[in-house]
Every structure is written in C-alpha cells, then in structure tokens.
C-alpha cells in the first residue's frame, strides 16, 4: 500500500504509527539530514559568485531592478561586493567562496540551489516556511510529514530527531519542528549529547535505574491485567507496547549519543579536537549515528538566537559561524562517503533565506527571502552542479526558480514520496505539506 | 439590484451556473476597476445538505423495548441499534459512573469518601443528584474552559520570533470559566465573544470576551503592517467559521471552497464585518476588537488571498449558504456614530432560525462527552464533513437547547442522564462479568467497531491537563485558587533552553502557585509543556475542534520520570504511610482508593505483595543512605527507608498505570 493511502486511512489504534511504511515509487533515498543554517547565511558570500557585484560595489542597486521589499529599509544602501573570493574546485569546477575550505573539496559532490525564493522577509516566517511550507504558525514541519508517511527503520528512537543549537532559541521556537494537526508521535524530538539526550529519560537521581526496572515490570504486569478485563481494546495494549519502547530507549539512546567508541580518527575528521568547531562536529557526528541506527529524518541547527544574520559585518559573522560548520560539514559527508551512506542519504543544506546585495551599516547585509542558495548532497541529486541563477547582484531567482514548494516536493519525491498523495484529512480538507495546488519537481538535478 | 453573471467555477468541475444575487445583501458591490465578483450561485441542492437545511424538531422514534430507557436520547439511539440488531451494553457499576462524570464534568478524580458515599447511595436519584452536584462546581468551568479554549486558539504571547507577551489574555480565560460556571446561555457566549463591545457598551466583560477573535497567533515587528493586518482578519474569519459555524470558510481566502458552496466573496463579506474593528499599530499587540469607526473603510476581494492583490469591492454580508432569509448586515450610515456589524453578524449568527449554530454545540458537547460526535468533524458540518451517525438525534437536542434557553448546564444535565452515557465500555473490574454482556460486547465490537452506534461507552483517555491536575489531586498537592494571572511551574532546563531568551519562563515564586490547576498554567505560543505537548495538547495556532490521542514513548517518559511524578508520588505515598493503616493490605488499599477509587483485586494484591518483598530487599542491599532516596513527604516514624522508598515505587507505579488516565 502507498505511504498516501496508508496515511489517509489512518493507523487503527494500537498499530504502531511508526512502523516503516512503503513509498509510493521506488525512492532514491532513505534519510534525510537537514542542516539548518538559523538566521540566513549570505549566497552572495557563500555559494553564489557576483562578478557583477563586486564592480557595482559601492553604487546604488541599478534601476532596471525595480523597487524591492526589505527587512530593514536596506533598497536604497549602496551595494556591498562579495567579501570573500569565489575559487572554481573539483572536476566539476563549482565555485565555491574561500569562506569554506574543507567544504570546497567536495564540491563535486554539491548540487547548490542558486535560484531558491520565498514570500517573507521576516525570521519567523521564513524559519515555519522552510519547515512548514506555510509563513504560518503551526503546520506540520518536513520531518513530521516525513515520518508520517514513512515511518522509521529504528522502532526504539522517535522517527524525526533535531538537535538544536545549545545556544539557544531559533526565531520562531519549537513550532519549527512541530506536528501541526498531525499525530503527536510525528513531532521532532529535541536530542542533546551526553547521558540524558531526551527530556526525562532517565530516572531522577533518587531512582536507580535497577530500582526502575523493577516497578516498570510492575506497571507492566498491572496494566496487563487491567487489559484482559477489557477485551478488544488496541489502544491499551499500544500502551504497554510504548512503555516497553521507553524501557528500550532507555538504553538505545545514550548507546546512540556515546561517542567513546568513534575512532580518534573519525572525531577528528568532524573537528572534534578542534576547538573552533568543536561542538558543530560533535553533533555532526551524533546525525551520523542517528541515520546509522535508522533514524528517518535528523535536522541539525547552526546559529543561536543571532545566528547567521549578519546585520553588522557579514565577515566577522560568517568567518566566525563558517569556522564552526565547514570542517564538520566536510567531515560528514567524507564520513556518509565512506560507509556508503551517502548513496542514499540527503543531505540539505540552507537557511531560511539568503541576504541582499545591498549593505547595510556599512558591512552586513538583510534578509534576503527573494533569492538565495541552498545545497543538496547525496542520493538522487547530481554532484558538482549550479542550478537556476539569480540576477546580476543576487537580489532575486532569476532563472529556474524554485520557490521553498518544489524543494519540499523534490525531497518527498527523493524519498519515493508523491507530495499529492501524502496528506492528511483535517478540518474539511487533504492536507499537504506544498498546498493545495500542483507544485513542479525539481527534474533537472536528479541523477 | 439584481445582475447576472455567468462563471466559471475554479475548480472548473462544477458546471457554468447563472448568479442571481440575494435581494440586496450584495448591495453597493460595485464593479472596481471593471473587475466584478464571479461566483456560483447557490442551488437547491446545496441546500438540501443536512446542515443547511432549516431545524425542526424531529419526533421521538418509537422503539420495540423501551427497557432501561431513561430519556428520549436513548430512543433514538435504541431505534439504530434495534435496525441493526444489535444491543446494548448494561449500565456501568456505581464506581465507574461516578469517576466517568467527574472526569468528564470536572477533570478531577473523585475522592475516595465520595466513592464510597456514592456507592453506598441507593435513592433512585443518587445518579441525578450527583451529576447536579458536579455541574454546580467550579471545577466545571475550569474543565470545560480548556475546550472552548482549544477551539478559540487560545494563548498568552504572541508567537513567531518575539513571542512576546499578552500580559490580559488571563482575563479571557477567566471570562469563559465564570461564563461557563454561571452558565450564561450559549447564544450570549456567542454574542459577547463576537460584539461584546458593541452590545454591551460600557461592560468591560463584554468587551473582554471579544479577545476570543484576536486569540490567535500575531507578529506585531513583521516589516508589513498591512500584511500583518491582512493575516490576523483572515485568521479571524476562518476561526468565526469554522467555531461557531462549523464550515471551514477560511479555505476560500484564496478560491471559491472546492466543495462547499462558500466562495472566495463570501469570505471576504464575513471578512469586512470585522475590518473596521481591528487596527494594528507596529509593535504592539492587539488584545480586544476596536469599536467601529465611522466611515469604514471599503473591503476589497483579495485576488488568491494576496494583500496586495484587490479585487473588486464587497459589502460586509453572512455565508450566502447559512442565509436562507437574506437578512443583512447593519452597515453603519454616514450619519450614524457607531456601526453595529459585528453585533448584526453575532445577533445573525444566534437567532433560532440558524441552522448551523445549535447542531454545531450539541455535536461539541456531544463529543466531549462521548469521545466522538455525532458528527466526526465537529468544524465542518460541510459537504466534505461527516454525516451524522444521528442526524435526527442531533437536531433533536440542537432543537431542546434552544428550547432550554440555550443553557448549556440542561444539555450536560439532559446527556448524562441518559441510559445511553451510563453503559458500560465493556467489564470492569468488580463487575460480576455476566457472559451474556461479554457477548454482547464481543458482537458489537464486531458489527460496530467504531461504536457509531453508541451501543456501549468508549473508554477514554485523559488529556496532559487532566493527568497533570489528578496527580495533584490524589497526593494532595493541588491548589484550588481559581482564577487570576497565569503561573508558571518550574520546567527542565532543555526545555527553557529552547526559549528566545531564558526570561521566558520565569517560574512562579509562590510554592502553591506551582500546583494550581493546568488551565491556569501560562500558555507560552512558542513553549512545549512537556505533559500537555506529548499528550497531544493543540499549539495554539489554530483552532483545535478536537485533539488527537496518540499513544508514544515519551508520554511513558514523562509519566514515569518527570520530576512532577515523582513529587506526586511521594506526596501520595506519605499520605498513605501516615493513615491508620499499618498492614501491607490495608496501606495497598488505601493507595489504590486514593488513586483510582477501588480496592486491589486478589491477582493485584498478589503481584505487589511479591513486588514489595523483591523490591525493599534490593534497595536494602544495595546499603543507601536513606537521604539519596526517593522518600514519602511525610515520611512516618516507624517505617524503615527502605520500606518507605518503596512504597514511593509504589505510589509511582500506580500513577502509570493505564487505568490511572483511561476512564471507563
């Protein structure tokens, strides 16, 4: 049965929600790894190379691009050049900025979204559509729909993991990863390193876990008899079979988030003895795990509250927030390479929007939802490639667009979903992740 | 004025129809810049659909047996059970109907003397008296707040980046818990909540309650204000349609509904009675409707939803589908102060003759108290809704509400006293399990497993709120003030850190604040409160008619480990320990009496005897000091550590078990 058609019909109660289910078509990928760079990190500067803007430095956005909506009342600043060099790298000759020399050296492995536009130039709104598809509140994110549909490969860890920046809040809070009108079950669950990596895993202090074990097998036993009274009843056995998956995590999530038993070599390669992006690589390297153990869709955040948005100086903020991620991010795909997991991985990598060519305050740069970057790497997708264009400076999607919709329908499509078929009947109508309307795969990067 | 207008529906399934506009309502639609207002007009078949039709109240069906009738209710729902040959499940003991009526009335577990007293009552209105008693405690109001909450959308912060705060928005939640303890009838509730200011002028309650249409989430820094504006009336139009209509008008923001005969002008008509009343000012929350300003401003269609896309002009008017008559909107004229259009769309919407506002309660109330409504999709009673497993049943009751003054208190009172709430969900325990109801069970289970035919009760599940509340309530830790600023209980770092700034949750000084009801607990827009968010608490951001129930690890997670447990369950332990009872038996059952309102059966008593021998042993052996471990509050003297730990495992135990948040 089709993952749609399951989902419409709804799971009976007691059938685990998460159990895997069958794509509609044939996927090119089974996981998904969603690198969310919080705060917009600049296309002009990053992956998106301006000749054009670099001359014009200094001078008014040219006429013959029209009025334009900012953030910060930014359209009339003079353009603000490219503050690093693009270099061509790989075979494929992508050029890629020196912000990232590591990352560069898998350039082939890129296909870089050049031509990526959405509707607000606001955080919030553009972090809930990104994840959401809507510049609303409170829809289900990717990761949900994702799980719905598919279910997860690891009956023991929630099918959608985020682990968010220990830093602190994204603009737009939890929603971000939440389930919407969907199920619960669906939402993201928030994981962090060390020996408790989900809310209340552990027992408190006071209980060993011995001492637990033992009153979990009570509960078990009681709730055993209180449900041979009442015959028939799924949703009080699909009870006894959650605390027995408790029970399970217990174990299964710290063995997952233990990181003794990664070689020197591997931590290194993620920049874990490299204090400058220590901590990015090390929950780099906690994404691998996950995907490994069969966790279906893993997001990752880079930038706390501020993040990438370099209002004020976009070298100081990108050299910083680069420093952090580009080895990591390097160390990650040569790691999924390696394990042959890159073959049917996704990875993505973007924010919730780019910034514009225009300055502001002299060296940073505003939101810019009308045209930015975004890279996609792994199964399906092709290496080495620049797809789409924005306009002479990069203030918008010029060529192939492709608005936040047909990306989110190109990773469904990745992982053999249709995104017409998957939805979910609420309040009057079939809901789905790209709306009501027939939304455009992006065919040209598939493999 | 009458014009004709051939369409083209953009579903471009339904076939050309010719427009000829209700009798004047449309007046003053002028054609803006040549662009003139397609839509198909309604039709006879449209409405013909059940929930459009006009509501009159339907004979009592007759019935072969009338046995163990107790109200009209149960003819109607007798009459399909008999058409279908199947029958009914026998009334549910005495200890499950009280626990199922305080649940459902209250959101709180009985206490064990009232148990007991209520058992013991054999007048043959000990059943009525005690629901009448439930309904007059204010208990009421603060269970069934939290559902019309989870319709209204309700929150204090305004969500997106700054989730800034709301400091009033508690004034909104106390209106409808005294509205709903004072019974205020429902078309009032409606009205006030819609044009309190208008109707009442001069009531700041009134005008209070009007906070429900701005209750939704708002991003008052967003760079438009005019987008901004443009969101919060659409947000408001749909929510006005799909709470008190039940038809989900907010899908023709951007096109004509696909299904239901609502097209994108009427979105826009209900759209412009709230436009003169909401202004929006940079940075600023809103909190209650503006009163009308006179001259409003003309509303404009709004081409596939854009603001910035006007269409041609519209007149504020009511869904052409729900106005059989024609009646208008006032609209203010030039010479009149004040205009009255939201008050027109409150009195519009509550006059008897609306077919959809009294089916779309009694569905409500219908669900909360049966786990399902008559209607699956209590917010769109549309053509794409579900129809009615008792269509004449629900116009029956939608009918007796009016007829009760539209109290809401009658429509519980009328409910519960019926045969129909009383069965049995299958056996309980305790019950002498007469084979002949295991049959019957197991052939309705079969024939219905959905139990659309309400031949027995459904067993359900305790929302995050009630669980929260029934931990405080059987350790005694509960705080009964009602009432007042929201608090906020201490919450585990990982979640505070997800906040945009620490300040977020600043945990409430006062101890007992920390053990108030949940419906008082600070409702945070961009905050998981891990007990409510696992079990499927809505997140305030968009009218939830009826919540989810998923089963899942974390639920288990958070019962077993959440440092509230186990506060709970020390606090029940040592209420336990300090009784008179000093036998393994006697403080068993006490503890069972305490949290779920009975004795231990033989097998029960069995399992935790033996539990408790292993268990006290093990903690004995592993020679702790009696501070590092879990010990009852208060702890009683003559108990060992050991022993007392233990019986903190116990209190914790019964706290997960299935039958501590399912009610029978």
């Known amino acids: 049965m089709a993952a749609g058609q399951a989902a419409r019909a709804g799971s009976p109660r007691g059938q685990n929600p998460l159990a895997p289910r069958k794509p509609h078509f044939q996927p090119r990928v089974k996981r998904v790894l969603w690198l969310f760079m919080h705060g917009g990190p600049s296309h002009v500067d990053l992956f998106d190379p301006k000749p054009e803007l670099r001359r014009l430095a200094g001078k008014p956005l040219p006429a013959s691009l029209g009025e334009v909506m900012t953030r910060r009342d930014v359209a009339k600043n003079p353009l603000l050049g490219p503050v690093k060099p693009f270099r061509r790298h790989g075979q494929s000759g992508l050029e890629i900025s020196d912000f990232f020399p590591h990352l560069s050296r898998y350039a082939d492995d890129l296909c870089v979204i050049r031509s990526m536009h959405g509707d607000s130039v606001n955080h919030p709104q553009s972090v809930y559509q990104m994840n959401t598809g809507s510049i609303l509140m409170g829809r289900p994110s990717v990761g949900s729909w994702v799980a719905y549909g598919l279910g997860s490969e690891n009956q023991n860890m929630p099918a959608f993991v985020v682990l968010p920046e220990p830093g602190g809040g994204i603009k737009g809070g939890p929603p971000a990863w939440g389930s919407g009108f969907l199920p619960a079950t669906f939402q993201g669950t928030p994981i962090r390193s060390g020996p408790a990596p989900i809310l209340h895993l552990r027992p408190a202090p006071q209980i060993d876990l011995p001492q637990q074990r033992r009153a979990l097998s009570l509960i078990n036993d009681l709730n055993r008899y209180h449900r041979l009274q009442r015959r028939g009843d799924d949703e009080l056995d699909a009870r006894i079979m959650a605390y027995e998956l408790a029970f399970r995590m217990q174990s299964a999530a710290p063995e997952l988030v233990d990181l003794s038993r990664e070689t020197r070599e591997t931590k290194q390669l993620y920049g874990m003895d490299d204090r400058g992006c220590q901590e990015f690589g090390t929950r780099c390297l906690l994404a691998r795990r996950m995907l490994e153990s069969g966790v279906r869709f893993v997001q990752l955040y880079s930038g706390d509250t501020g993040g990438w948005d370099a209002h004020n100086g976009v070298l100081k903020n990108h050299t910083t927030y680069c420093r952090r991620t580009d080895k990591p991010i390097a160390g990650l795909l040569c790691d999924l390479k390696r394990r042959g997991m890159l073959e049917d991985t996704l990875v993505i990598w973007g924010g919730e929007f780019g910034r514009m060519p225009m300055s502001e305050k002299g060296t940073g740069r505003d939101h810019n939802p009308w045209g930015y970057s975004v890279w996609l790497a792994g199964g399906g997708v092709n290496g080495g490639m620049a797809y789409g264009a924005t306009d002479a400076v990069g203030l918008r999607a010029a060529e192939h667009k492709v608005h936040v919709r047909n990306l989110h329908a190109t990773i469904l499509y990745l992982l053999g979903v249709d995104h017409q078929e998957l939805s979910f009947f609420h309040n009057g109508l079939d809901e789905r992740l790209t709306g009501p309307t027939d939304v455009g795969i992006v065919r040209e990067i598939l493999a | ?664």
């Open chain 2, 1 to 664: 004025m009458h014009r004709c207008v051939t369409t083209i529906c953009l579903a471009s399934i339904c076939l050309a129809a010719i427009y000829c506009g209700l009798p004047g309502s449309l007046r003053g639609e002028q054609p803006d810049d040549g662009q003139r207002i397609e839509e198909t007009a309604i039709t006879k078949s449209d409405r013909d659909h059940w929930s459009f039709r006009p509501l009159v109240r339907p004979d009592v069906p007759a019935v072969k047996s009338l046995a163990g009738a107790r109200s009209p209710i149960d003819c109607f729902i007798t009459a399909r059970l008999e058409d279908q040959e199947l029958a009914f499940m026998p009334e549910a003991d005495r200890r499950t109907l009280l626990r199922r009526v305080a649940f459902d009335i209250t959101g709180l577990p009985p206490l064990a003397a009232e148990v007991k007293a209520f058992v013991a009552d054999d007048a043959p209105d000990a059943f009525e008296r005690m629901v009448d008693r439930m309904l007059a405690s204010p208990a009421y109001g603060e269970r069934w707040s939290q559902h019309w909450l989870d319709l209204a959308r309700f929150a204090e912060t305004d969500g997106f980046e700054h989730d800034e705060l709301r400091p009033q928005a508690w004034r909104y939640r106390d209106w409808v818990v005294r509205a709903l303890n004072a019974d205020l009838p429902y078309d009032q509730f409606v009205r006030q909540q819609l044009a309190g200011d208008e109707l009442l002028p001069g009531d700041p309650d009134a005008r209070q309650a009007t906070a429900f249409c701005l209750s939704g989430p708002d991003m008052p820094d967003i760079n438009s204000q005019e987008e901004r504006r443009s969101d919060l009336l659409n947000e408001i139009t749909g929510t006005v349609g799909a709470v008190f209509l039940g038809l989900q008008i907010g899908c023709a923001r951007c096109h004509d509904h696909m299904y239901d005969p609502i097209s994108q002008a009427d979105f826009y008509r209900l759209r412009a009675v709230f436009e003169p009343s909401v202004q929006v000012q940079r940075g600023k929350s809103v909190d209650v409707l503006l009163g009308a300003r006179v001259p409003a401003d003309p509303s404009y269609l709004l081409v596939r939803g854009d603001w910035r896309r006007r269409g041609p002009q519209v007149q504020p008017a009511y869904p052409r589908i729900a106005n059989r008559d024609g009646e208008r909107v006032a609209v203010a004229k030039p010479d009149v102060k004040a205009g009255r259009r939201r008050a027109s769309l409150a009195t519009w919407i509550t006059r008897p003759g609306n077919p959809l506002t009294a089916r779309v309660i009694v569905n409500r109330v219908w669900q909360y108290h049966f786990g399902q409504g008559l209607s699956r999709t209590p917010s769109d009673l549309g053509t794409m809704g579900n129809e009615p497993s008792h269509p004449k049943l629900l116009d029956w009751l939608a009918a007796e509400l009016i007829e009760q003054k539209w109290s809401l208190k009658s429509l519980h009172r009328l409910i519960l006293t019926s045969a129909t709430y009383r069965r049995a969900s299958g056996r309980s325990p305790g019950e002498s399990s007469p084979s002949s109801a295991a049959d019957m069970l197991a052939k309705n289970r079969e024939f219905d497993p959905k139990n659309r035919l309400l031949g027995r009760m459904n067993r359900q599940r305790l929302e995050g709120e009630a669980i929260r509340d029934s931990m405080l309530a059987v350790s005694g830790l509960l705080y009964r003030q009602m009432g007042g600023e929201s608090v906020r209980p201490p919450l585990p770092p990982e979640v505070v850190s997800t906040l945009l700034r620490p300040n977020h949750w600043q945990v409430s000084p006062k101890p007992s604040d920390q053990f108030r009801r949940s419906v008082y607990v600070f409702v945070r827009r961009n905050l998981h409160f891990p007990m409510f968010a696992t079990f499927d608490r809505p997140d305030g951001n968009a009218s939830c008619p009826q919540r989810g129930r998923s089963t899942t690890a974390t639920q288990s997670l958070v019962l077993l480990n959440s440092p509230l447990t186990l506060l709970a369950a020390r606090h029940l332990s040592g209420r336990t320990l300090v009784a008179a009872e000093k036998t393994f038996e006697g403080r068993l059952t006490l503890l069972f009496q305490n949290a779920l309102g009975r004795a231990p059966l033989p097998d029960e008593l069995q399992r935790c005897r033996q539990f408790h021998h292993k268990h006290v042993a093990a903690i004995r052996e592993k020679g702790r000091s009696p501070k590092s471990l879990a010990l009852p509050i208060p702890l009683p003297d003559s108990t060992t550590p050991e022993e007392a730990a233990a019986w903190t495992d116990f209190a914790l135990a019964v706290l997960n078990l299935s039958e501590f948040i399912y009610i029978d």
